[in-house]
């Protein structure tokens, strides 16, 4: 259940061979993320070589993974898998296949940029010239429905996370200014052992991108809430398919209606320009400038980074900035307001980019009160 | 408190240099472990590039990593951080540092042998002469004690994690030979979900590695509990600073005193085995070989794979069994005996070798009963 099926259609990848006169594709690894794309690999801790040659996909599994996780990476892979001597370095299996798969000397062979160096090396050394290509990466930032839906799962499950913070602070009382919860003290720290068991009560496997905030400072330690201080509830939560959510809302207890309030509105007014202008065909920095010009508008100072970002197997992919808008593109929609006495003030949310526009994977409201 | 510290002292690198002959080490990733044992990266989504020359270490930094994370980055790296435009690859920006520090044309330089492949041509067309070497990953292999301080704690929240298993089981009420509790039937999925809020509640980042498994199949979807049955707990949390613990245990909720006693017998005698084996100057394969040994000696099927093997950054790493123990190496022992009718009944837990043989980091009950 929580082992990664692998996508089951490489027409992109013969694409990619045609398009460059190349014989074959090889990616080599265990933990990338590209690699996990192509081959259901979530559990390994060896490498394995990937290969696609005349139509067919070949998994080179090393023998020493233990039994019970090769089997379960047979049955879900669209293809050859084939298991080999575990002191054999991965490039020589790949290279071994590439000669069944009669890929001749000399021949081209397309991989990712990342490919580790060592089997570049093997690869070289049995007469393939590498070519670099970006076929992986460039399919990846468009999602089947079955990466929607698991997208939309994490997303959901980080709503959940979210309503843990806001019925926390909305159940809170007040003493002298701090926060308290359950007739303790209530830090940032606290705050996010709960949302992140809320989380893990869903079925997300890795919380380790929970962040808690108050103030600009990137605090590493504790900090006791206290009321009229914006507090950002910041997630990206990894579900049990490999695939990231985002989402992240600021709340205030108590607001005095000073200058987040006017934050709020403003970053809330960016959100929806960014959500009007991700149409397809639009370029990723035009969606970004406009964002931030936005919040200018306000009077705020948007704070630094791209405020649109692609979001899937890791928590920043394709699209970047440099692409324009593509249907099938999840792309995280962030703006953020920073004033250096005030604290911080952000909103996230994933949507996927539809021919009519974009739409939200999953709805939560964006209010400021918990 | 989530970003990971990074080693301090690259005097290891600086020895493998003098023996290569080499002018310079360069690493280069996003979350490769052996960048993250080399700088401060837990949080990056970026590429950044790790150059070692002239008993200097120095950080390029992308510009458009957010500002606060390369500033934490910056605060924690014992060197100097180069921010450098965007738009470069992280192979030239390495390359420009190479210049900078006077490591001249047709150099020696140290990469681990996973170096992206890209880089890898950036530094080969500027004249330097690349040759792999195994340094970092082996000096990940001994463990400083701050790593060990990293490791005790991430261990010291699996145990919390298995008793807390341990009380859910203890709990539970059989009903026509199936596990109830608080009213409801027990599955594997639902202890699964209670351990891991057991487990973040601890501060444990990532629970994509928890298993709750009974028989021999590997199972997905959620199976109810059933009284007799050998229920293994499995734990391999990712504490905050990115170290991973490992905890075993297999319990039985009313036992008949069948083969899964026996089992228990042999397989916690095998795990004294190992502990009392696991001597430095050992070689791990003698180790893993009279653990599988002293399961064969109780008429047990050993389950295929390393009983042995080094936890730290990653779930696997050195030492391996073609290694001998050293001093500050942390194993994890894993004996385990499967029967393909009545499931598996496996123990593991981590030592760390000493002067005098070794210990566990943590100590926790290994009694089948709940």
């Known amino acids: 259940m929580t082992v990664d099926e692998p996508i089951s259609d490489y027409g992109f990848l013969a694409d990619a061979l045609d398009a460059a006169d190349a014989d074959a594709f090889v990616h080599v690894g265990d933990a990338d993320a590209d690699l996990r794309y192509l081959a259901p690999l979530s559990e390994t801790t060896s490498d394995y070589g990937f290969v696609y040659a005349g139509g067919e996909a070949t998994l080179c599994a090393p023998a020493d993974a233990t039994g019970g996780s090769v089997d379960r990476v047979a049955a879900d892979f669209p293809g050859d ?20 798969r009669d890929v001749a000397d000399g021949a081209t062979v ?11 090396v093997y690869l070289e050394s049995a007469g393939y010239d590498l070519a670099s290509t970006p076929a992986v990466r460039e399919a990846r930032a468009v999602k089947s429905d079955r990466e929607l839906d698991r997208l939309r799962a994490v997303q959901r ?8 913070a806001r019925s926390i602070l909305r159940d809170a009382a007040v003493r002298e200014g701090t926060l308290h919860w359950q ?23 890795d919380v380790a991108h929970t962040r808690v905030r108050v103030g600009t400072a990137t605090a590493r330690s504790a900090v006791e809430l206290s009321a009229g201080t914006p507090l950002v509830v910041s997630l ?24 987040e309030r006017r934050a709020h509105v403003g970053v809330e007014s960016a959100r929806r320009v960014a959500l009007d202008e991700l149409d397809p065909g639009e370029s990723l920095r035009w969606v970004h400038s406009e964002t931030v010009a936005e919040a200018s508008s306000f009077g705020l100072t948007a ?18 900035l440099a692409d324009e808008a593509t249907v099938g593109n999840v792309v995280a929609v962030h703006p953020s307001a920073t004033d250096e006495e ?29």
């Not at 499950?157 to 843990?164: H, I, L, S, T």
């Open 81 to 100: 898998v084939r298991r080999e001597a575990a002191d054999d370095p991965v490039g020589t299996r790949v290279v071994d296949t590439l000669a069944d």
């Open 157 to 164: 499950a980080a709503v959940r996370g979210v309503e843990r």
């Open 342 to 370: 005030r604290g911080t003030v952000a909103l996230a949310d994933l949507a996927v980019v539809t021919e009519e526009g974009c739409e939200l994977l999953v709805d939560c409201s964006t209010s400021l009160v918990p």
């Open 303 to 320: 704070t630094e980074g791209d405020r649109v970002y692609g979001v899937g197997l890791t928590r920043r992919e394709g699209p970047s």
């Open 183 to 205: 007739d303790a003290p209530l830090s940032t720290e606290r705050l996010r052992r709960q949302v992140n068991a809320t989380l893990v009560g869903e079925g997300v496997a």
């Open 110 to 120: 397309l991989v990712p940029r990342q490919l580790p160096h060592d089997a570049a």
């Open 236 to 259: 990206a939560p990894r579900g049990p398919h490999g695939y990231y959510g985002r989402l992240v809302r600021t709340f205030v207890v108590d607001s005095d209606g000073g200058w």
